[in-house]
């Protein structure tokens, strides 16, 4: 998971069980009890044919963690070691772009967005649906449509130039780090002329 792992056991069906001792390590495999630093508070009491389950949280992304588990009795007699391993991954994306619009104008769309306020999000990402056709493309900025934005950041682009009086439609996400990306927010526009020519000159009435 994202900084924290989900670990399940099963306990023994030995009468004297009385619980199991927990480990880790990220520079090896844990092969004895004193081996590594103890998951949470280390021992986990718990009874023969008891399932237990713990999270493992507060952990460092793109680390591999060893885990080492062995159950004790009474007498503090320890089994021999149970192994795993887990290598923890951010896949949790970024919220959803606060804001986004498209105002048009004469050969061009003003794009505006602010991005989510998570403290990850990296940037946001926009594609635009080329009009008469059903290929999406990135807005061509010469970052494949990418915009960094620190978490919570406005920014805006002027698409152009853009013929007259076709529909645009854009698609936006925010993307993090290892490139999840949140959900998608859309707006639309038509470019117009709407400049009046030139009045006359030299006009005259006899």
């Known amino acids: ?47 023969p044919d008891s399932v237990v389950t713990i999270v493992h949280d507060s952990l ?14 009474e007498a503090n007699n320890f089994s021999q070691v149970v192994t795993g391993s887990a290598i923890l991954r951010d896949l949790v994306a970024p919220g959803q772009v606060l804001r986004f619009t498209a105002d048009p104008g004469d050969t061009t769309i003003v794009l505006a967005w602010t991005a989510p306020f998570d403290a990850d999000c990296q940037g946001v990402r926009i594609t635009y649906l080329l009009p008469g056709t059903e290929a999406s493309d990135p807005v061509e900025n010469g970052n494949d449509g990418r915009f960094p934005t620190l978490p919570g950041g406005s920014g805006s682009f002027v698409h152009t130039p853009l013929p007259n009086d076709s529909l645009y439609e854009y698609t936006i996400v925010a993307y993090d780090e290892k490139d ?14 709407s400049l009046p020519p030139d009045p006359v000159s030299n006009f005259t009435a006899t």
């Open 60 to 73: 460092t992304n793109d680390v591999t963690y060893h885990y080492g588990i062995f159950t004790y009795d």
């Open 1 to 47: 998971g994202d900084q924290q792992v989900t670990i399940q056991w099963r306990m023994p069906r030995t009468l004297d069980v009385m619980g199991a001792l927990l480990r880790f390590d990220t520079t090896g495999p844990i092969t004895s009890p004193e081996d590594g630093q103890p998951v949470l508070a280390g021992r986990f009491p718990a009874g």
């Open 180 to 193: 999840n990306f949140s959900g998608r927010r859309t707006a639309s526009a038509i470019p117009h002329d």
